[in-house]
């Protein structure tokens, strides 16, 4: 089956950790992208790579880090300078990063800051 | 102002109502729409694509007004099983594959 996975499905941190969260596609995608999706609010773009070593800001790209070493895998790390890192974290992929090609979104992790 | 804005809700609505859901996006230069659906602590998956000519799945129907930057959803005949939140979402113009998220309406659909 192909498809996007994400892990773990919920994450605990306590304050001043790093953490990693993987994604990981069979879909052949050169594209892809983390979202953080806050109550009340719509999804927001943290990183996004439109192919194996690039990657590129999002809009709120502060107190991240992507690598794209590999075309299927694209982690993300949480730092410990970002300020309210508690959030849906979402990863997705799509054909290329170029035209309007659908984006498919992994089940997501839920992080918590204690 | 918010990129693409929408009510939030709750809309309560019985089985078999129709209902119907609003969308304005603010880039007068927008290329692509979407409206996606999310259940409840799961992710997004795309419903529709909304062309400008107007366009239906099944129960679905979608339009389009470029004049306004107005998107529209409706869903007739609704079933238990249509309770989510609906994600308005735009692609501006130009360079990759940006999309803008609305922050949802929620659904809920009761016997």
């Known amino acids: 089956d192909g498809g996007i996975t994400q892990s773990p499905k919920y994450l605990f941190r306590k304050e001043g950790q790093n953490v990693t969260l993987s994604c990981e596609q069979n879909l052949n995608h050169d594209a892809m992208y983390w979202y953080r999706q806050d109550p009340g609010q719509g999804l927001r773009l943290i990183y996004y790579?439109?192919?194996?070593?690039?990657?590129q800001k999002g809009d709120i790209a502060e107190g991240y880090s992507v690598s794209r070493e590999k075309k299927e895998s694209f982690p993300l790390t949480v730092t410990s300078a970002q300020k309210n890192p508690t959030a849906f974290y979402l990863c997705?992929?799509?054909?290329?990063?170029?035209?309007?090609?659908?984006?498919?979104f992994g089940p997501g992790t839920r992080l918590t800051v204690l | 102002r918010k990129e693409v804005e929408q009510d939030p809700g709750p809309f309560n609505v019985p089985e078999g109502a129709t209902v119907a859901f609003n969308c304005t996006y603010s880039?007068?230069?927008?290329?692509?729409f979407f409206w996606y659906r999310q259940d409840c602590r799961k992710e997004p998956k795309l419903l529709m694509s909304v062309y400008s000519s107007g366009n239906e799945d099944g129960r679905f129907t979608a339009q389009l007004n470029r004049a306004s930057q107005y998107i529209s959803l409706l869903i007739r005949d609704s079933k238990l099983s249509d309770s989510a939140t609906y994600l308005c979402?735009?692609?501006?113009?130009?360079?990759?594959?940006?999309?803008?998220f609305g922050a949802g309406t929620r659904l809920a659909v009761h016997p």
């Open positions: 880039n007068s230069a927008s290329q692509s």
């Open positions: 979402v735009v692609r501006p113009s130009g360079g990759y594959n940006k999309l803008i």
């Open positions: 790579s439109q192919i194996v070593n690039d990657f």
């Open positions: 997705a992929s799509s054909l290329a990063g170029g035209g309007s090609n659908e984006q498919f």
